[in-house]
Nanobody
Framework: VQLQASGGGLVQAGGSLRLSCLVTISGFSANTMGWYRQTPTKQRELVARIDAGGRTYYDDSVKGRFTISRDNAKNTVYLQMNSLKLEDTAVYYC????????WGPGTQVTVSS
């Protein structure tokens, strides 16, 4: 699996989780990487991205609560999620931006009240 996301789980609203994604593709450090999420009723959406220079972008729905980062030495991308809301419940995936290879399995995040 070239995009192995982990760190999901069940958390109460207001809580935090940290997702990790081990990326085994060549040229990782040169790629813009992103975290996407998908629910059964919504299309997969990009919620955060980080480019090769460390510049970040966040969807309005997560801005101020989520933080994306990367460790090029470890070929890993992270997503720190704070102040989680019920509507953050989804399967989270990491991928390049734009996505160019097969999607990995993702990691389930469930936020309960």
């Amino acid at each position: 699996v070239q995009l192995q996301a982990s760190g999901g789980g069940l958390v109460q609203a207001g809580g935090s989780l940290r997702l990790s994604c081990l990326v085994t593709i060549s040229g990782f450090s040169a790629n813009t990487m992103g975290w996407y999420r998908q629910t059964p009723t919504k299309q997969r959406e990009l919620v955060a991205r980080i480019d090769a220079g460390g510049r970040t972008y966040y969807d309005d729905s997560v801005k101020g609560r989520f933080t994306i980062s990367r460790d090029n030495a470890k070929n890993t991308v992270y997503l720190q999620m704070n102040s989680l809301k019920l509507e953050d419940t989804a399967v989270y995936y990491c991928h390049t931006v734009p996505p160019v290879i097969k999607w990995g399995p993702g990691t389930q995040v469930t936020v309960s009240s």
